[in-house]
């Protein structure tokens, strides 16, 4: 019997061991998720920002693309 218990506290012990690589796994893989998704939305800022500086010196301009003709082939 004392076979089977060792060999039971052995599959345990590597169970564990796994567990403990898996949790690991998944805390750094929240932290780059987290770092992705601020970075993602630190450059949706800055498009969103720059979209409107190039609004605005069109319109400086008076470079409205609203007003320039279709293309010919429309």
Known sequence: ???????????????????????????ALTSADADQSQRIAALERALRDLRG?????????GDDPHDEPPPPHY
């Open 53 to 61: 500086e190039m609004a605005t010196m069109r319109v400086a301009q």
């Open 1 to 27: 019997m004392s076979n089977g218990s060792d060999e039971l506290a052995q599959r345990l012990d590597e169970m564990e061991v796994r567990l403990t690589f898996i949790d690991d796994t998944v805390q």
